[in-house]
């Protein structure tokens, strides 16, 4: 879900995004034959990490790193790097795309066609919103070739063939379709009844919306992509289960995803309330995580439930999008006031105005960069530790930080770090594992610790 999400409005881009804040990676799969981006695949504790009285974080952090051969680490640092590059491009080609429809007047034209179909005006809007996510799908499909597909094979991270892809690409197409469609014919409706104080309750239903697609999404939406079926093997779902009991989380099955028909990264989550509650692992963990690593991950998720995650992002997004709407408002009617005539927009209720709405929502985005993916990464820190915490596996927490190091840079700098990461970096995390491991051995209860730290009782 790349450039297309940015394309067609604000909205969109917080609730596709709001899917993936809560794994520790995002979705996507892997084949029996790992690519050449894999890291070793059975790390063990280097000599450097090994419990014992002079064990010291900076070294047990450096000899973790150095189990990444170099070679892997230039391509996965090049891999990431692309991708702040990636993120410029997609905004000036959505800046381009977006004149392009106003200035031709295309998006008058199919406000114009729309008006002919019908006159209902709710049916219009729907039928604005596919002629529009039509166009810039294709407008834009060059892109997303190259994003989603070439240079994720070209770095090892895709396993779909293009025929695949393509088909899960128009299913997204459709997905997105029904979702914006949803809350588009929504927030217009609310544009046209209250022109003065749209923004504030659109933004409420936008922040709602947004909640309830994230709520729905693991059992309605994933599925269409995926195949979720549970997981039936006590040697797995034995420990987790245990854990998430400690943990008061009430869960009674464990699933897993089999995320390896698109990509190899690996990821779970923790999702639902109540009766949906499930805990699911995807397939490229199950198959290529030791138990220790899985048992780390899965308390990292935890910690995202625990932390109730979901509730608090939903205040900083909501934050965001109140003021976003205000800015919105604002920059609309500026925007009109000298163009307006020429695009043929008869104003903020008229549907040719969202080629407009996502301009000023990706110039808006684009600039928050940081202070979205700081509100994000803080959240993931939170979780890091409740799951170091919780699992007490700070070397499985280590070999999964290395392991999530074949798509991202392990030890980036400070600056960097800020702007581009929505997670800690690799380095940062294994160094958080082995300070609790340095100060927290005598909780691991193996006889080489006790014996190690003199705690014999
Ligand atoms: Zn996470």
């Given amino acids: ?43 063990t504790v280097p000599p450097e990490a090994q419990a014992g009285p002079n064990f010291n974080v900076d070294a047990a952090t450096n000899a973790y790193l150095a189990q990444i051969p170099a070679e892997k680490r230039a391509k996965s640092d090049a891999y990431f790097e692309g991708g702040y590059w990636l993120i410029l491009w997609d905004f000036l080609i959505g800046v381009v795309v977006s004149l392009l429809l106003l200035n031709l007047r295309w998006s008058a034209a199919m406000r114009n066609l729309a008006e002919r179909i019908t006159r209902f005006k709710p049916i219009q809007t729907f039928i604005y919103l596919a002629e529009y996510l039509v166009l810039t799908t294709i407008l834009v499909f060059p892109m997303t070739v190259y994003e989603g597909y070439s240079r994720e094979h070209k770095y090892g991270l895709a396993t779909q063939t293009f025929g695949p892809w393509l088909n899960d690409q128009f299913k997204s197409l459709l997905v997105g379709l029904v979702l914006g469609g949803i ?100 397939d490229n963990l199950l198959r290529r995580g030791s138990p220790e690593e899985i048992q780390a991950v899965m308390g990292h998720e935890m910690g995202h439930y625990v932390l109730d995650h979901v509730y608090s992002g939903t205040i900083y997004f909501g934050i965001v999008i109140v003021v ?9 009617d500026w925007s009109l006031q000298q163009w307006g005539e020429k695009w043929q927009i008869r104003g903020i209720g008229d549907t040719a105005v969202l080629p407009l709405v996502v301009l000023l929502a990706s110039i808006y985005f684009f600039v928050l960069t940081p202070v979205l993916n700081t509100i994000v990464r803080t959240q993931e820190h939170e979780a890091d530790m409740y799951g170091i915490n919780a699992s007490r596996q700070p070397d499985g927490f280590a070999q999964a930080a290395i392991h999530l190091g074949e798509y991202r840079k392990m030890s980036p700098g400070p600056v960097e770090e800020w702007i581009f990461y929505d997670h800690p970096s690799g380095h940062r995390r294994i160094h958080d594992a082995m300070q609790w491991k340095a100060e927290n051995m005598k909780l691991m209860g193996t006889p080489q610790n006790r014996e190690a730290l003199g705690a014999g009782h």
């Fill in 183 to 282: 809350i588009t014919v929504i927030l217009f409706g609310i544009v046209r009844k209250l022109p003065r104080t749209w923004w504030i309750w659109g933004a409420i239903v936008a922040v709602a919306f947004n909640a309830f697609v994230g709520l729905i999404a693991p059992v309605y939406i994933f599925p269409i992509f995926n195949k979720i079926t549970p997981l039936n093997d006590p040697k797995v779902t034995q420990p987790i289960l245990s854990m998430a009991r400690a943990n008061g989380i009430v869960a009674r099955d464990v699933y897993q995803i089999d995320a390896s028909k698109q990509s190899t990264r690996m990821s779970a989550n923790v999702s639902g309330m109540g009766n949906t509650m499930r805990i699911t692992l995807n």
């Fill in 324 to 332: 976003g709407f205000a800015l919105l408002a604002w920059g609309l």
């Fill in 1 to 43: 879900m790349s450039l297309r999400s940015w394309q067609f409005c604000s909205l969109l881009a917080v609730i596709l995004c709001a899917g993936c804040g809560l794994a520790i990676a995002q979705a996507q799969p892997g084949p029996g034959a790992l690519p050449n981006t894999a890291m070793p695949s059975v790390l």
